[in-house]
């Protein structure tokens, strides 16, 4: 008898540590596509279409290198449409005396793995996943003896574990955060380098088709696909960025502009995430280029931040709060997500450029989705758990663990103040500064009442009034709270009503109406 060994989507690594303890002479990898993980939320056409590929490419590299994989196709008969279903009848067709499985990264897989032995009636082992720095019980051990939270201290301790960008015991350079050198605002006439896209093959093609055919319903078109599909595009594509776009990451990392969907960001997450990259060797990688002279400090200390810190410390709070942190709303909002962020259709250009790029690519870059669709979802007050369910559906980085922390805590604050110290919420006049979206909007920025005033200026104003309980007490709102307090009492009671007149012009909208 043998030992099954599940694979799921976003565990694609050769290093995976179920395999690492495992021979194929002894071993049946299972690998399943199945309906049932395809209609959680309305997956974007993209995604699915990346997923479903790098699975079938990466079944066919294992079976080069001699492992028998039973791979089930989502148009299979007899398919189940879900794990424990699909589990259960490889069972049936392989002689099993034992489950092996690496941890899900998803709290809601994990819960169902766990109960798998007394389902199915054949032990189970379940192997940590050691793709992260840090482990969870290391992460657990930092937030144990802290009252709040905050990256920054995390993310010191992940360079020390690593190593990365140090010198002994001191950070290289003399500072461990060079953020204030990342927020320039665009360049007039900026050039930027093309993204890296790949030809699909005959397994993408495939799958572009089945896609098409029984997700006729989702957003996304597929035909133009060019994501990388295999470890091999997915390096690919880390070379392509070290080579041309990292010296001016830093720069430039919270600038936008219109049509300029990608600028001087790698889109390296999904490969990260879904397991064809690990993420200490692209930021190995990123610090070779820093010690090669090719990429200045500012670039590659926040490119690796991102990674070491944001990512790893956003897993730690998924796990630590799981499960009741995807239903938590600390603002308790609860406006349905206006309809055209699955549509686009909105006058405000920053809304319209941000949405229209996700739609067709799946894929808008951090300030676009904290600062523009997260900070409008905020303002106006929707429902945090709307609001993850749209991320969860349209990025083709997204997964729960990632997703839902950056979302609902970085974003909407439902979590109050757990991850991130302060609400991101703010007026038309960031959008101004880091972008040249309004330069041609339907609405006026620099207007705060009226019929053609920019909306986030007096939604700004309408959030801070409404939260004035439960925010006037933080300390970095003290300055917008004193001003709310100064304002002419007219001039503040026009805003709350303009502000009140738009949010019930907003046609609602739930991501069920789009499965
Ligand atoms: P770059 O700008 O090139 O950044 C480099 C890398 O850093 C990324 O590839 C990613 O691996 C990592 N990174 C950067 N910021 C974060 C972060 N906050 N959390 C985790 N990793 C980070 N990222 C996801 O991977 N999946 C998600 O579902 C996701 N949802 C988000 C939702 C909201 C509301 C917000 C504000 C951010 C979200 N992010 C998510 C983080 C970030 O926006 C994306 O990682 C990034 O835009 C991916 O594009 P890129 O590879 O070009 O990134």
Not at 7 to 36: C, G, K, R, Y
Not at 336 to 354: A, I
Not at 370 to 376: A, D, E, K, P, R
Request: aromatic share 12%; net charge negative; proline share 4%.
């Amino acid at each position: 008898s043998k030992v099954l060994i599940p694979i799921f989507a976003d565990q694609l690594s050769h290093t995976l540590s179920s395999l690492a303890v495992s021979e194929p002479e002894e071993s049946v990898i299972l690998m399943m596509e199945v309906m049932n993980e395809a209609t959680t939320v309305p997956h974007h056409r993209t995604k699915l279409v990346f997923l479903f590929s790098a699975m079938r490419h990466f079944c066919e590299e294992l079976r080069q290198q001699g492992w028998d994989v039973d791979y089930v196709k989502l148009s299979d008969g007899k398919n189940e449409g879900t794990f424990r279903k699909e589990v259960q009848r490889a069972l049936g067709r392989h002689d099993i005396d034992q489950i092996r499985v690496c941890e899900p990264s998803v709290y809601r897989v994990l819960k169902d793995v766990q109960g798998w032995e007394a389902a199915l009636g054949v032990s189970v082992s379940i192997t940590p996943d050691d793709r992260f720095i840090a482990t969870k019980d290391e992460f657990f051990d930092w937030a144990e003896d802290r009252k709040s939270f905050r990256m920054e201290n995390f993310y010191h301790e992940m360079r020390r574990k690593t190593g990365l960008l140090m010198e002994g015991d001191k950070p290289v350079e003399g500072k461990w955060n060079f953020d204030k050198e990342n927020r320039m605002p665009p360049k007039d006439k900026m050039k930027f380098p093309d993204a890296l896209k790949f030809k699909p093959d005959s397994i993408t093609h495939d799958v572009i088709e089945m896609v098409k055919s029984q997700f006729e319903t989702r957003l996304g078109d597929v035909n133009g696909f060019f994501y990388a599909v295999t470890r091999e595009g997915a390096l690919k594509s880390l070379e392509y960025f070290i080579k041309n776009q990292l010296e001016k990451f830093g720069d430039y990392q919270d600038a936008m502009v219109s049509d300029q969907p990608f600028m001087f960001h790698s889109l390296i997450s999904p490969y990260i995430n879904a397991g064809l990259l690990s993420p200490l060797e692209v930021c190995e990688q990123i610090e070779a280029a820093y010690q090669d002279g090719k990429a200045p400090i500012n670039s590659v200390e926040g490119y690796i931040r991102q990674i070491i810190g944001w990512r790893e410390y956003v897993r730690g709070i998924y796990w630590l709060k799981m499960p009741g942190y995807d239903t938590q709303n600390y603002l308790e909002a609860d406006l349905k997500l206006p309809d055209f962020y699955w549509t686009g259709e909105t006058d405000m250009r920053c809304l319209s450029q941000t949405i229209s790029q996700t739609l067709e690519y799946a894929y808008a870059h951090h300030i676009q989705r904290l600062m523009i669709t997260g900070n409008f979802a905020l303002l106006i007050g929707v429902d945090p758990y709307d609001v993850h369910e749209w991320y969860l559906s349209v990025y083709l980085d997204a997964f729960e663990w990632v997703e839902l922390p950056n979302t609902l805590g970085m974003s909407q604050y439902g979590d109050g103040g757990l991850l991130g110290s302060k609400p991101y919420a703010s007026s038309g006049s960031y959008i101004n500064r880091m972008s040249n979206y309004c330069k041609d909007c339907a609405y006026n920025v620099k207007d705060r009442v009226g019929e053609k005033a920019c909306p986030y200026n007096s939604l700004y104003w309408h959030f801070l009034d409404r939260n004035k309980e439960k925010l006037q007490g933080n300390n970095r709102l003290a300055m917008p709270y004193r001003n709310l307090e100064n304002m002419d009492k007219e001039v503040r009671q026009e805003l709350i009503e303009n502000a009140n007149k738009f949010i019930e012009s907003l046609k609602p909208s739930m991501a069920k109406d789009y499965l």
